[in-house]
């Protein structure tokens, strides 16, 4: 069990750092570069305001731990989605590779998320 929530908290403090602190940082910090990543593929600036705020709530939602279960999934969902739709845009605006790749590395590192939450709520 152990194991479980260290591999679960690692994944996790990663995706709440990737999702959460660097978005939210560059608003409050740098708001000249908060539509550097979506303004090339096209997307309105209000765009990215939009996905921010939805980044920072579903890894506010799938950390705490005292969150409803349905509501992690729907958080989980969520930032799945925004990950796919993040690889598809590049592959069909830039097809840049390594813009490409990095939304699967993190799709991969929140897939590593659910699957130990499950186990750890699961198994007690």
Do not use: Q
Not at 27 to 40: D, H, I, Q, R, S
Not at 100 to 109: E, F, H, K, S
């Amino acid at each position: 069990m152990k194991k479980n929530k260290i591999i679960f908290w690692t994944a996790t403090i990663i995706l709440i750092l990737w999702e959460g602190v660097m978005p939210l940082g560059t608003v409050l910090f740098a708001p000249e570069y908060v539509n550097a990543g979506t303004k090339p593929l096209g997307y309105p600036d209000y765009f990215a305001y939009t996905l921010i705020f939805s980044k920072v709530l579903g890894v506010i939602a799938i950390s705490v731990p005292s969150v409803p279960a349905k509501l992690k999934e729907w958080a989980y969902a969520g930032l799945t989605f925004s990950l796919i739709y993040a690889f598809i845009s590049h592959a069909c605006v830039d097809k840049n590779l390594s813009f490409m790749l990095l939304p699967l590395i993190v799709l991969g590192i929140l897939a590593v998320s659910y699957i130990y939450n499950n186990k750890i709520y699961r198994h007690g």
